[in-house]
């Protein structure tokens, strides 16, 4: 995780979702106060019972053994709030984490998908997983860890001064070299880390694009050349490697140093004191210089572990900043709020004057008229990559236009609700999707509560029924996800029979282009045919069979619209499509 | 993990160092406990101040030589641990080169990828952790029980009692949490996989609208990781409250008995004080070992991971001695069948096809019907299960298989290229290749516009050609192919990207390359092999017709039907 600065507000943020957590937080700050103050005591009483274990004969069980019953008394107490603590700290932390992944996955449902369409899906899944992860383990338990530490470090300088003042100022002047320590190693260690981090990097890419395409290394037998600069990188790493391990692994043992040498102070500060008061009525006992030895070793403790708290606190608050990001994301324009539900939907679809772009300084489509009536079939032509799927997420509302408007039945689209605009289409991508669960899960995704028959039957109309009871399990077996063992012509056949089982009156189909094999393609084919008959079609079409008998043909190019018509009209206009047509058949 | 182990040896002075100056810090720590003791004893008691002063600095040099000893620990274990995971990194990258295709299809490039990367690095630090920690926490544990037996017998019963109690304590938790932070990490990733699914089927979800029903369904399975994570963490809360409770408890016990010992006079003050302060030191090393034993158990099972990637058998094996083909024909399928699995159907089965030197070979059929998998026996990418495939005569298995490759030029379906300029990519043809035979090549390729557009042979390609679209790295890997000057070039479905101009004018310029490579172009769209001298129609594996386009069109149906799907209107045409 690289050191990022988190944004002001982030810290505002994650307190508002500690807040209905506040009386829980302020029982494990309260407890968690008393549990320090009762494991600091607990020194000072030992200490008050080995006083009285003088030597033979100058032993004095009543004392001893009131103190001794005391300590296990406070022992009890201190157990038992420390295990509050853990779980209350537990229970706050793991709901702080639900609630987050949750909010930012319902916010997932509304972001635009101009937005989730610009980043990369690994990285917003790695927000809602890793990053709330590490937020959380380092953001709470940072939190704990910082206030026990503080307190601890108050709390045994509080007892070390009321037993003995001087042999405290000892402790309090030496300690500081310790901490002093830490930094300068881990000042110069950090740069180190960096270096092994970047090299690092460097070799993780490498390995990430040799190995994915291995074949094509092999296939030029490159093998030879390519281990020789991974064994380059490789010998980098490890000089990197040993030095960023080499200088952290110092800090231990150095600040150890630092401690010891504290220790060895207050042993011989206290041993000199314990000799020179002797008899008097103030005397330094051994009790006492016990005691404060047992301190000493502790009172460092904290001062290196807060040095670790601090950064994990940074990168936790970085974490949960990049997360907050998502969450913060403004959210598609909301459904108007006279929005009416599209209804009684015949097909009839208006396009007038729209204009469009993805980014300002590529204008797209252009003052764009389409009146389609409905039953009539658009066909969407033009080479891979020509933007035909813009046109789809027009159509979807899944972009709003920039100008002009796009009508269905006479109604403006942005003025109905997008799920009733949505549910007039029936679309079917080449790029398919299907979830990880049973074939009958995946056909009635558009209708949960679709009878088996009803199922079966859109799954013949789809030909795919033949296939699904030849798969070990028939309706019920499960898929992985992405469709896992299934063909890539399997998959669209299911994708149909997911959109036959609804048949909205519009449709949006994706024709396949090369990686199905004829007898499947030809299913596809029929399928489409019987789904379109007497509907409203925009399909993006490959087949110049498809393409000759629609009522209009868009020929679109690097995203623009560059004809539109008949076939017949087209050919006859000589243009982009007609070089298209032709180029198909020509050797 | 005896093979990896194998890969220590070369710092075997190292790991065994490390630990040993580990076991002298502890041994140095030891003695503290009982140099106070000695303080109290004889310092106080005595009331003799040079005494005092002496121990203190004993105290210190005592400090002085742990640090020495400790640094030159950490050292030794930097060192063992980084060098070991260098070399296995290093013999696992050369195990993977050896990998067949076969082999990287079974494995996938993902699994080792993590195996390259985060499992190693677990090992790493696995590894070092355990020289410097695994034998130091055990043994202050007993040497502190040990010490404490030495002052008194007695007392230190107490410690042969609360050792056991606190190790069953603290690897009681472990036993029973490791595996639930299993289920955790299982449920962990039922949400991730939800988020992922998600994001990628967004248009189909909110096409049907089904974003309520989504949400829902994410909360469920949310709901159970925090169940879950509740659950562990219940039990894990357990382990610092208990353990304390022990160690002073165990910590009173010993006061008690080392009252009754000192008014005895069998035992002094600075004595109890000694035991106390071993008590304590127990509690912190026994906390360390339990986190070490968790890190070991992660880094064994990554290590087990790395070592079954190292056992997996590799590469293909060269034969002596085959029969021999016809070495009138530059390549020559006798009989060949593959399949990809001992268990699995036959991919192909019983292909045979003679092919002429400087022909073009056509190799059309459906997904799955075996083309692709047919060209790849050319260049051994996979070798035939049955029958036998020839080039220039020669069984293709009895060729050195770099050699064999080189007369090859494949340009792969997926058009994959790699980070560095565009002269370092093409010059994976030929590595002695001048800028001239590049430029030449990306010429034929078609190639011209994207050097144009990227800057020439020193264009950037960014990492996978991510900076580039799908038909300008089909062109570049063709002409990377071209580079080469191959006898025999294998174009399998790589125009599928192009458009068809482009695709034809490819067509025309491999037509009229002087050196008349043997070529195969493997494609689903018939227009791109119907001009080829002869075409190979795949069905199902088997060859279901050759010959050339109107020979097919007459005798064979499965041509016949490609042929109608994609050009029904030819006819037609006005």
Redesign the interface.
């Given at each position: 995780m690289s050191k990022q600065k988190a944004p002001k507000g982030t810290l505002r943020q994650v307190l508002s979702y500690i807040r209905p957590y506040r009386a829980l937080v302020a029982l494990s700050v309260a407890l968690s106060a008393l549990c320090v103050a009762l494991t600091l005591y607990?020194p000072v009483l030992?200490g008050r019972?080995?006083d009285?274990?003088?030597?033979?004969?100058?032993?004095d069980?009543g004392v001893?053994?009131p103190i001794?019953s005391k300590?296990?008394l406070m022992?009890?107490v201190?157990?038992?709030a420390?295990?509050l603590v853990?779980?209350v700290n537990?229970?706050v932390t793991?709901?702080v984490?639900?609630e987050v992944?949750?909010h930012a996955?319902?916010r997932?449902?509304?972001l635009p998908?101009s937005y989730?369409d610009s980043q990369p899906?690994?990285d917003?899944?790695s927000r809602?997983?890793a990053d709330v992860?590490q937020f959380s383990d380092g953001l709470l338990m940072g939190f704990t860890q910082l206030f026990t530490g503080a307190v601890t470090i108050l709390g045994t300088l509080g007892f070390m001064l009321s037993i003995r003042p001087g042999i405290a100022l000892v402790v309090v002047v030496l300690t500081p070299l310790s901490f002093v320590v830490a930094r300068f190693i881990a000042s110069r260690s950090y740069s180190h880390f960096r270096r092994q981090s970047d090299v690092?990097g460097e070799?993780?890419?490498f390995?990430?694009?040799?190995?994915?395409?291995?074949?094509?290394?092999?296939?030029?037998?490159?093998?030879q050349?390519?281990?020789k600069r991974?064994?380059e990188i490789?010998?980098r790493?490890?000089k990197s490697?040993?030095r960023a391990?080499?200088f952290s692994?110092?800090t231990?043992?150095?600040t150890?140093?630092v401690n010891?040498?504290v220790?060895?102070?207050v042993?011989?500060a206290g041993?000199?004191l314990?000799?020179s008061t002797?008899g008097e009525p103030e005397a330094f006992t051994?009790g006492s210089?016990?005691a404060l030895?047992?301190y000493a070793?502790q009172y460092t403790k904290p001062f290196n572990e807060i040095s670790g708290v601090v950064t994990e606190l940074q990168n936790a608050l970085a974490c949960a900043a990049r997360v907050f990001r998502l969450i913060g994301q403004e959210a598609e324009t909301p459904d108007a709020p006279d929005a009416r539900t599209l209804s009684d939907v015949q097909g009839r679809v208006d396009i007038e004057n729209v204009f469009f772009s993805y980014t300002p300084e590529r204008p797209l489509i252009e003052g764009f008229d389409l009146n389609v009536k409905p039953g009539q079939h658009v066909a969407i032509v033009g080479?891979?990559?020509c933007g035909k799927t813009t046109l789809i997420n027009l159509l979807?509302r899944?972009y709003d236009v920039n100008a002009g408007s796009i009508s269905v039945e006479g109604t403006d689209i942005r003025s109905v609700t997008?799920?009733s605009l949505?549910?007039g289409?029936g679309?079917v991508?080449q790029d398919t999707?299907l979830?990880?669960g049973t074939i009958r899960e995946n056909v009635a995704?558009?209708r949960?509560d679709a009878s088996d028959e009803e199922i079966r039957s859109a799954c013949e109309r789809a030909y795919a029924h033949s296939f699904i009871m030849r798969l070990p399990r028939g309706y019920d077996t499960v898929i992985g996800?992405?469709g896992g063992a299934l063909?890539?012509?399997q998959k669209q056949l299911l994708?149909i029979a997911r959109v036959m089982l609804?048949l909205p009156p519009m449709l949006i189909l994706d024709e396949a282009?090369?990686?199905?094999?004829?007898?499947?393609?030809?299913r596809i084919q029929q399928a489409f045919l019987s789904m379109m008959e007497g509907r409203t079609a925009f399909i993006v079409a490959h087949?110049?069979?498809t393409i000759?008998e629609a009522d209009v043909i868009l020929v679109m190019k690097s995203g623009h619209i560059v004809e539109q018509g008949s076939h017949a009209e087209l050919?006859a206009r000589n243009g982009f499509y007609a070089?298209?047509y032709n180029?198909?058949?020509?050797? | 993990m005896k093979k990896l182990l194998a890969y220590l040896k070369a710092y075997r002075r190292e790991s065994i160092l490390g630990p040993l100056f580990k076991l002298l810090?502890a041994s140095f720590e030891l003695i503290?406990p009982l140099v106070?003791a000695a303080?109290?004893d004889n310092?106080?008691g005595g009331?003799?101040?040079g005494y005092?002063?002496r121990?203190?600095?004993v105290?210190?040099a005592?400090?002085?030589i742990?640090?020495v000893c400790?640094?030159t620990a950490?050292?030794f274990?930097?060192?063992a641990?980084?060098?070991f995971v260098?070399k296995l990194?290093?013999a696992l990258?050369?195990h993977?080169?050896l990998?067949s295709?076969a082999d990287?299809d079974r494995i996938g490039?993902s699994t080792?990828?993590t195996r390259?990367?985060s499992d190693l690095?677990q090992v790493?630090t696995g590894l070092?952790l355990t020289l410097?920690l695994f034998l130091r926490s055990p043994f202050v544990v007993f040497g502190a029980m040990i010490m404490a037996f030495t002052i008194d017998v007695r007392a230190a019963l107490w410690f042969a009692l609360a050792i056991p109690a606190l190790s069953i304590v603290v690897f009681g938790i472990m036993l029973v949490t490791i595996p639930l932070y299993r289920k955790v990490q299982e449920a962990?990733d039922r949400?991730?996989?939800a988020?992922?699914?998600?994001?990628?089927?967004?248009?189909?979800l909110?096409?049907?609208?089904?974003?309520?029903?989504?949400?829902r369904a994410?909360?469920e399975k949310?709901?159970a990781?925090?169940a879950m994570?509740?659950h562990v963490?219940?039990i894990?809360?357990?382990m610092?409250?208990?353990t304390?409770?022990i160690i002073?408890?165990a910590?009173?016990a010993l006061?008690?008995t080392?009252?009754?010992r000192?008014?005895?006079?069998l035992i002094?003050?600075?004595a109890?004080?000694a035991l106390?302060?071993y008590m304590?030191q127990i509690l912190v090393e026994l906390i360390k070992l339990a986190n070490l034993i968790i890190n070991i158990t992660k880094s064994v099972a990554c290590a087990r991971r790395v070592q079954a990637v190292l056992d997996m058998p590799a590469g293909q094996k060269t034969l002596a001695d085959a029969p021999k083909g016809d070495a009138a024909y530059r390549v020559q399928f006798a009989s060949a069948g593959f399949r990809y699995s001992a268990s699995g159907e036959e991919a192909i089965s019983d292909v045979s096809l003679n092919v002429k030197p400087g022909e073009t070979v056509g190799v059309i059929?459906?997904?799955?019907?075996g083309k692709s998998t047919l060209v790849s026996l050319i260049?051994r990418?996979y070798d035939a299960t049955s029958g036998q495939v020839f080039v220039d005569g020669r069984d293709v298995r009895t060729y050195d298989i770099?050699q064999l490759?080189?007369m090859i030029g494949?340009v792969?379906q997926?058009a994959?290229l790699?980070?560095g300029t565009i002269r370092d990519n093409l010059r994976?043809?030929d590595?002695d290749a001048g800028d001239e035979d590049l430029l030449k090549a990306a010429a034929l390729a078609q190639a011209e516009d994207v050097l144009a557009a990227k800057g020439g042979l020193d264009g950037q390609i960014e990492?996978?050609g991510r900076n580039l679209?799908?038909?300008q790295k089909q062109r570049l890997t063709i002409a990377?192919a071209l580079v080469r000057r191959p006898s025999i070039l294998i174009l399998d479905?790589s125009a599928?990207?192009l458009?068809?101009?482009t695709d034809?004018a490819l067509r025309k310029a491999l037509s009229s390359l002087d050196y008349r490579p043997t070529v195969f172009v493997v494609s689903?769209?018939a227009?791109s092999v119907?001009?080829a001298d002869q075409i190979a129609v795949m069905d199902n594996g088997r060859l279901a017709g050759v010959g050339t386009h109107d020979e097919l069109m007459k005798t064979c149906g499965v041509y016949r039907?490609?042929y109608a799907?994609?050009?029904?209107?030819?006819d037609e045409?006005?």
């Open positions: 607990v030992l019972a080995i009285h274990i003088a030597g033979p004969e100058q032993v069980f001893i053994l001794l300590v296990a022992v009890g201190t157990a038992l420390q295990w853990n779980t537990n229970r793991y709901q984490v639900r992944r949750s996955f319902a997932l449902q509304v998908l989730l899906a690994g917003i899944v809602l997983i992860d690092r070799q993780t890419a390995i990430d694009e040799m190995l994915t395409n291995q074949k094509v290394v092999k296939a030029f037998g490159q093998e050349e390519t281990m991974f064994d490789n010998g790493l490890e490697s040993l391990i080499f692994s110092l231990n043992p150095c150890r140093f010891n040498v220790y060895a102070a042993a011989l041993a000199l314990c000799v002797a051994v210089l016990s030895l047992a070793n080479p891979t990559g979807m899944f997008r799920k949505r549910a289409y679309m991508l999707w979830r990880a995704m558009g949960p996800e992405d063909s890539q012509g994708c609804c282009t090369s990686s199905i094999d004829t007898r499947t393609e030809m087949r110049l069979s000759r050919l070089q298209l180029s198909q058949l020509a050797g | 810090e503290v106070v303080i109290i310092g106080i009331g003799n101040k005092i002063l121990m203190c600095l105290l210190v005592l400090g002085l742990g640090l400790s640094v950490q050292y274990a930097a060192r641990s980084v060098g260098k990194r290093s990258y050369a993977i080169q990998f295709y990287l490039a080792l990828i390259m990367t690095n790493q070092n410097r962990l949400v991730l996989q988020a992922r699914q998600n994001l990628l089927g967004v248009r189909v909110r096409a049907f609208g089904l974003e309520e029903r989504e949400k994410f909360d949310n709901d990781l925090n994570q509740r963490g219940r894990s809360a357990l610092n409250p208990v304390y409770v002073n408890l910590i009173l006061i008690r080392g009252a009754l000192v008014e005895a006079g002094t003050q600075g109890v004080v106390y302060n304590s059929g459906g997904t799955g019907s260049p990418f770099t490759r080189r494949v792969p997926k994959a790699f980070k994976w043809g590595p990492q996978g679209s799908g038909g990377r479905d599928s990207a458009d068809y101009a034809a689903q769209r227009s119907m001009h039907e490609i799907t994609q050009f029904r209107q030819e045409k006005p």
